[in-house]
């Protein structure tokens, strides 16, 4: 049995802003250094950013107010 990929999305900048809550400065400035994906030239004046590695990116982040010992398993 096949099964049937889900489409490649490609978000532009306005919509990786909407799908983070970061600004365009701080989305260059993580990529550059390395810490956000980066984006992939579409055409010669048009970059954009794959929706899978956003999303994988927003769920690599920690969750707020937690610790190292509050994500372990098996913690009371």
Same mark, same amino acid.
């Given at each position: 049995?096949? !099964?049937?990929?889900?489409?490649? $999305?490609?978000?532009? @900048?306005?919509?990786?802003?909407? @799908?983070?809550? @970061?600004? $365009?400065?701080?989305?260059?400035?993580?990529?550059?250094?390395?810490?956000?994906?980066?984006? =992939?030239? @579409?055409?010669?004046?048009?970059?954009? &950013? =794959?929706?899978?590695?956003?999303?994988? &990116?927003?769920?690599?982040?920690?969750?707020?107010? *937690? !610790?190292? *010992?509050? =994500?372990?398993?098996?913690?009371?």
């Amino acid at each position: 049995m096949k !099964t049937a990929l889900a489409p490649l $999305r490609m978000l532009r @900048l306005r919509d990786v802003i909407a @799908l983070t809550g @970061l600004q $365009r400065d701080t989305i260059y400035r993580l990529g550059n250094a390395g810490k956000f994906p980066r984006p =992939r030239k @579409l055409s010669e004046r048009a970059s954009a &950013w =794959r929706e899978d590695e956003v999303r994988a &990116w927003i769920e690599s982040r920690p969750v707020s107010g *937690s !610790t190292p *010992s509050d =994500r372990s398993v098996g913690t009371p």
